[in-house]
């Protein structure tokens, strides 16, 4: 390769160039945001509400016709159906690679056309809303509101009306959900004896006033060269109207009713620190999640302005933030250490300042492409540049070194090492960008790693050999062995030496000592690959725990608040966590722990709250997260066509599973039926009295629950009416069947001579997968091998007898991370194939690739046997260390073989020399690189952490293969014919 000497002996274009590069990276670099990875949209749910509803009739009148209405829709892959009193909630995972703005635009078209055909037939059936999740569909951001003086019923209708939408209108919100607190309606309580005098009853009143409170356009009406709209309003605009409507001749409204503002009986209680408040759980798939943990924090500082108290319970985005300055503060000390360790060896002052000037300029550069490309900075960007900052020094090593020995001369030779080692690192990145949607943020890490590693090539070869010329030795400068890495070079060469010709004598065999450890690294890192265990999901970063409490069904709202309550205050004195926020609902609640990241560890604070839930009584407290790294769970689905069996099947398979001695504890993510009501109709009394069941059922529904009637318009707020019969909060069974309805006879009945009541139980949620009914359950294993528990778990499942129509379905988590496994191990082969096939094309031969590439196993088993000494999984990141090894690792056997002589077969001094001229070189950059990699173990990160440890761990392995392997393997017949020295 030419080198253009011309440009190099000139003084005034590299230096204006130079400038000039500085002067357009601070412009970009001005223009940087900053920002925050998350996945992007392929969860969303849709949500519907029938006040006053069973979870029967919800899943009839609601889920299974939204069910079938949108399960045509392509890109849909999974649907998740739950029924239960007074909601439908139907969730959506959508198809790699779905356009999730396109499908969301089919998607509510189907559901407009299904919600238009309920409405007419329910009008009081709420408007479904579409909402989008994260993969983990757990909230980003929670806020607990309190205002003094003000119950949680009285500030519920202000955030549900004006808080929450304005939170609503930011941009890349999905789901949020209120809590605490009861929505504000309007309440029409009916007097029965003042409205069985005027003949009405509660399902009358209700229909008299819908009908009543209308609005419709009813057409045009063209006059002259204009159209005017005509338009019917009928809607009761203030309490006074409606009390004043005339509901027959002879009375209105207010005298057989009592009309008012009042709440919903309350659904949830939320609690923050022990007090009560109404909280916003916020979820979110935006891509920058620390932009949009501003944008939140400042629309909370503005509430609070206005006179509300705002508790941020969690802020995932403010966590990443917080990642973010902790992975710039490990790359600053990777500059300043990889800058130290060229001062401790090297004496060329002015080669020193220029490679160390160029780690400031280099990062500055980076980040100024990477704001033109439109790329935001965030943790995995500035990881990214942390990796490299040590890498970054390399080229700038291996051109000084080759400029102050042999001038241009040298720098032309060196070249196409540089090159080649700087493009199989490049390669061994590509494989990581279609890794974005499991782990997302890796293609920002591999993008910026790119950026800089391709950077610190072209500037290195641009600038420094027209800056540098090197220095003269000298009395304390860089005489032959007067420097720390002179003296350090002669020591190793001489233990190379030693090394190459030395032997280990077995069975009256000797065999050369490289390749007995070459063996033995290889048999280690294959052992170690067979016995580590498997990771196979992403490691959750932050400080946040959730956990849910299980009651009997039926247990009352105040019940579940009270064993909260109880569990909270024993959480809550852990001097380890920050703060506990807690929502009950009937039959269950949740928890939210936020820890202290610094004080405790996420297992560990796991192991605690999995003690707390052991040892409570009354309810049965479920993490998700099962018991840290000690424990691995796996979720099982079973669907058929009745619900009950289903339960008896999931309860039977569940038992012989934690008979097994591997399993822990067993999960069931259902509960029995509570107990019910039940109104049996007498159907020769009703035909006699002229009565039909559906009216009976009317007067039950009206009398008990109070249903919503209509939608009440006020001021641009949109609230509930509801019809009921006075005190029916406080009905009892001998109130029920002292009910009186009339006939058209004019003749009264008590219900109990219409029928009777019986005691039993009715499903309070139902679960459907995939529009069949579903249930599920948990099993809670040992530590081991997720595939292997997955087979053990199914060996079982096979063997139980399920009637016609029933199947057990796999847990769609673990199939998505057992593919994200095999797709991680299919990208580190076609990393390997890209590198060969790089290396063979630059020198036209297989064999000289393949020798450069034969150290690779013995690299790739250094991490592994780190990994297994240090009792860590292969996980992900292990896997994504280990792909990039693949382009570094061979790093230091390119710039050795390109040394070695091109026209004939290379002697074991040519080697030994080979390496004696790349000691250097080879030295320092793998030092700058895994300095420069050494503040990222402390970065309070497990993902950087042990990417780190894989790519140090590697690079190491590179350094010794390099130095004592490599020239084993390119000479060892000319080595083996030698004395031992």
Not at 378 to 401: C, N, R
Not at 701 to 727: F, H, I, S, T, Y
Not at 736 to 748: M, Y
Request: charged share 20%; hydrophobic share 45%.
């Amino acid at each position: 390769m030419k080198v253009p000497a011309g440009f190099y002996h000139r003084k005034v274009t590299p230096r204006l160039l130079f400038f000039g590069c500085i002067l357009l990276s601070l412009f970009w670099v001005h223009r940087a945001e900053l920002g925050g990875s998350n996945p992007d949209a392929h969860r969303m749910a849709i949500i519907t509400e029938y006040f006053g509803i069973t979870a029967e009739e919800i899943e009839s009148v609601i889920t299974i016709p939204m069910e079938e209405g949108i399960s045509g829709i392509a890109g849909i892959r999974e649907l998740k159906g739950m029924s239960e009193f007074s909601r439908s909630r139907i969730d959506l995972k959508l198809s790699p690679g779905t356009d999730a703005s396109e499908l969301s635009l089919e998607l509510r078209e189907q559901v407009d056309r299904v919600y238009n055909h309920i409405k007419n037939l329910y009008p009081a059936v709420q408007k479904p809303h579409i909402v989008t999740s994260s993969q983990d569909q757990l909230p980003i951001f929670s806020v607990a509101f309190t205002a003094d003086g003000r119950s949680p019923e009285e500030v519920r209708p202000f955030i549900e009306h004006q808080v929450k939408s304005s939170y609503a209108v930011i941009p890349g919100l999905g789901e949020i959900t209120v809590t605490g607190g009861a929505p504000k309606e309007i309440h029409v309580e009916v007097d029965p004896n003042k409205a069985a005098a005027f003949g009405f009853s509660c399902p009358r009143i209700a229909s008299t006033v819908r009908s009543a409170n209308t609005y419709r356009v009813l057409g045009t009406l063209d006059e002259g060269s204009s159209s005017m709209p005509v338009t019917l309003e009928g809607r009761f605009f203030t309490l006074e109207d409606l009390k004043s409507f005339p509901i027959s001749d002879n009375t209105t409204l207010g005298n057989i009713t009592h009309v008012s503002f009042a709440h919903r009986t309350a659904d949830s209680l939320s609690r923050i620190e022990g007090r009560q408040c109404v909280s916003l759980h916020i979820k979110s798939s935006a891509p920058n999640l620390i932009h949009i943990s501003r944008v939140l924090r400042e629309k909370t500082d503005y509430w609070e302005r206005q006179g509300l108290q705002a508790d941020i319970v969690f802020d995932m985005g403010k966590d990443l933030e917080d990642s973010f300055r902790r992975v710039a503060l490990a790359l600053l000390s990777g500059m300043i250490l990889s800058g130290t360790l060229l001062v401790l060896f090297s004496r060329e002052k002015r080669r020193i300042l220029i490679i160390t000037l160029g780690q400031p300029f280099l990062l500055l550069l980076s980040i100024s492409v990477l704001s033109a490309a439109g790329k935001s900075l965030d943790s995995f960007v500035l990881a990214g540049l942390a990796v490299g900052i040590g890498m970054v020094l390399d080229a700038g090593l291996l051109i000084t070194e080759a400029v102050g020995s042999k001038g241009l001369q040298g720098l032309q030779s060196l070249f196409p090492a540089l090159i080649s080692s700087t493009l199989s690192t490049l390669i061994a990145l590509l494989p990581l960008f279609p890794l974005e949607k499991e782990i997302p943020g890796i293609a920002s890490l591999a993008l910026s790693l790119a950026v800089l590693l391709s950077l610190s090539l072209v500037i290195a070869a641009v600038f420094i050999p027209g800056f540098y010329r090197g220095e003269d030795p000298g009395p304390g400068n860089s005489a032959a062995g007067n420097t720390l890495l002179d003296r350090l070079k002669g020591f190793c060469l001489k233990g190379i030496s030693r090394f190459l010709r030395t032997g280990i004598h077995i069975g009256g065999i000797t065999i050369p000592t490289p390749f007995f450890t070459l063996v033995i690294l290889i048999t280690a890192g294959i052992f170690c690959l067979a016995n580590l265990p498997k990771d196979l999901g992403l490691m959750m970063q932050t400080p946040v725990l959730f956990a849910y409490l299980e009651m009997d069904e039926g247990t009352s709202l105040e019940a579940v608040d009270e064993q909260l309550r109880s569990v909270a205050d024993t959480i809550s004195a852990n001097p380890d966590v920050c703060r506990v926020q807690s929502t009950a609902r009937r039959s269950g609640g949740e928890l939210s722990v936020v820890f202290h990241r610094s004080m405790v560890k996420r297992e560990d604070m796991l192991k605690y709250l999995h003690t707390v839930g052991r040892d409570m009584y009354g309810g049965f407290l479920y993490i998700p997260e099962g018991r840290g790294k000690e424990s691995v769970s796996l979720e099982i689905s079973l669907t058929g066509p009745d619900v009950q069996t289903l339960k008896s099947s999931a309860k039977q398979a569940l038992g012989e599973l934690l008979a097994e001695p591997w399993a822990l504890e067993g999960v069931l993510h259902f509960k029995e039926n509570p107990p019910a009501y039940f109104f049996y109709p007498d159907f020769q009394v009703l035909a006699s009295s002229g009565f039909s069941v559906a009216q009976i059922a009317s007067l039950l529904r009206w009398d008990l629950q109070g249903p919503v009637a209509d939608k009440w318009q006020m001021a641009g707020r949109e609230m509930d009416l509801r019809v009921m019969a006075r005190d029916a909060v406080s009905l009892t069974r001998d109130d029920l069947n002292a009910l009186t309805i009339s006939s058209e006879k004019t003749q009264t009945y008590r219900l109990d001579q219409l029928g009777s009541f019986v005691q039993a139980t009715e499903s309070s949620r139902i679960h459907r997968l995939n529009r069949q009914h579903a249930v599920s359950f948990t099993v809670v294993s040992r530590r081991m091998d997720p595939c292997e528990l997955d087979a053990l778990v199914w060996e079982i499942l096979r063997r139980q007898s399920l009637p016609a129509g029933y199947a057990f379905q796999p847990s769609s988590q673990l199939m998505e991370k057992k593919a994200f496994f095999f797709k991680l191990w299919t990208l580190f082969g076609l990393t390997i194939f890209l590198v060969f096939f790089l290396l063979s094309v630059e020198r036209e031969s297989l064999v000289k690739a393949f020798l450069i590439m034969v150290p690779l196993p013995v690299i790739m088993a250094v991490p592994l046997i780190t990994l297994k000494v240090l009792g860590k999984e292969l996980g992900s990141e292990a896997l994504l260390g280990l792909i990039l090894l693949v382009g570094l690792g061979i790093n230091n056997g390119i710039l050795i073989f390109d040394y070695l002589p091109k026209n004939r077969k290379p002697q074991g001094q040519d080697a030994l020399k080979a390496v004696d001229r790349r000691f250097n070189g080879i030295f320092l950059t793998t030092a700058t690189s895994v300095i420069g990699l050494i503040p990222l173990l402390f970065a309070d990160d497990p993902f950087f952490i042990n990417l780190a440890a894989v790519l140090i761990s590697g690079l190491a392995g590179s350094f010794f293969v390099g130095l004592f392997v490599f020239p084993f393997l390119l000479t060892s017949p000319a080595l083996l014919s030698q004395r031992p020295v």
